[in-house]
């Protein structure tokens, strides 16, 4: 079954780094679109970015320039670097595949203070 386990969230001033990981398993990854978003308390969840299997991957104006996804098809994880992070970016972050339908991990939190 599909299986998704996020990593590396945690505390972090303004203009700081944070490093998240997605650790997949259950389906063939190296042929999947993998997507990261997040949900900001009273807010619905939204798509951050997107990496299809040629790697190019696409972004929210909000996070263009600041975040970037990566994927190790050797290892079976997606990852999203983000950088120069702000109050706003705080949220739980979820790892996504959709493949009929919607898979999540558990999330992880990122929390940016000010």
């Known amino acids: 079954q599909v299986q998704l386990v996020e990593s590396g969230g945690g505390l972090v001033q303004a203009g700081g780094s944070l490093k998240l990981s997605c650790a997949a398993s259950?389906?063939?990854?190296?042929?999947?679109?993998m997507n990261w978003f997040r949900q900001a308390p009273g807010k619905e969840r939204e798509l951050v970015g997107t990496?299809?299997?040629?790697?190019?991957?696409l972004y929210i104006d909000a996070v263009q320039g600041r975040f970037t996804i990566t994927r190790d098809n050797a290892k079976n994880t997606v990852y999203l670097h983000m950088g120069s992070l702000k109050p706003e970016d705080t949220a739980v972050y979820y790892c996504?595949?959709?493949?009929?339908?919607?898979?999540w991990g558990q999330g992880t939190q990122v929390t940016v203070s000010s």
């Open positions: 990496i299809p299997p040629d790697n190019r991957p």
């Open positions: 259950g389906f063939v990854f190296s042929d999947a679109t």
């Open positions: 996504n595949l959709f493949y009929r339908t919607n898979y």
